[in-house]
């Protein structure tokens, strides 16, 4: 079965920076995109940032020049480094990772969410 777990996440002030990570786990052969969403109360999942096996990057207009996203392929581990954090982006955080694991193709999961909030 394979799992993906966030970690990082709280509260901080308008202007700070946080970390979030999301390690994958189980019975994984190879993994593909992974990317980074979030979701403010009363609105829809918006993709934040992106990033590819070979490591080539994409982020929402929104965070380009604050968010900063990573991976370790040998951890299967993603990273999200935020800095000067607004209000907005008061959010729960989601990972999102296509794997492919023993048996199957590639498949769609997700972590379970972290809160980011941010005080003004």
């Known amino acids: 079965q394979v799992q993906l777990v966030e970690f990082g996440g709280g509260l901080v002030q308008s202007g700070g920076s946080l970390g979030l990570s999301c390690a994958a786990s189980?019975?994984?052969?190879?993994?593909?995109?992974m990317g980074w969403y979030r979701q403010a109360p009363g609105q829809e999942r918006e993709l934040v940032a992106v990033i590819t096996s070979g490591g080539s990057t994409g982020y929402a207009d929104s965070v380009k020049g604050r968010f900063t996203i990573s991976r370790d392929n040998a951890k299967n581990t993603m990273y999200l480094q935020m800095n000067s954090l607004k209000p907005e982006d008061t959010a729960v955080y989601y990972c999102h990772a296509k794997i492919r694991s023993a048996g199957t193709w590639y498949s769609d999961y997700w972590g379970q969410g972290t809160q980011v909030t941010v005080s003004s």
């Open positions: 189980g019975s994984i052969l190879s993994i593909n995109d």
